[in-house]
């Protein structure tokens, strides 16, 4: 059974990433990043993202609605990373989203070393300890 209180912890930090094509779910983990499903997120591949082109990304959080962007995408493993808003212009958004970060806290994470000698990053909620 996971405590109330770690309970509440990893609710506060999911969102809901909204665009256009599709709805997903993301989490707050550590380094103010947004982790989800690439298939979530609108980008390209083109390197349109490279060369300073905005893929603006709505997510809903607990506390309403905020503007993020792709900071990385990998289509073949489904994963994304999105974060603070930044360039000109997008000042409040970028406030806006670090004031949420500074007051949620962020998915517990742990990186372990598999069989493989390979470094994964794995979400885990600590078990409680029963005895």
């Not at 959080?61 to 489904?78: H, I, N, Y």
Request: charged letters at 15%; proline letters at 6%.
């Amino acid at each position: 059974m996971i405590p109330d209180h770690r309970q509440k912890q990893i609710a506060d930090a999911c969102v809901t990433v909204v665009n256009q094509e599709a709805r997903g779910r993301g989490g707050l983990v550590p380094g103010n990043l947004l982790l989800t499903a690439a298939r979530c997120v609108h980008y390209s591949v083109d390197g349109a993202m490279a060369v300073g082109n905005y893929f603006i990304q709505t997510i809903e959080t607990r506390l309403g609605r905020l503007k993020v962007q792709p900071l990385a995408v990998e289509p073949c493993l489904d994963i994304a990373l999105l974060g603070a808003l930044q360039g000109p212009g997008f000042y409040e958004e970028c406030c806006a989203y670090e004031e949420w970060c500074a007051h949620t806290l962020p998915i517990p994470s742990v990186c372990e070393t598999f069989h493989s000698s390979s470094h994964f990053l794995s979400l885990s909620i600590p078990r409680q300890n029963n005895g």
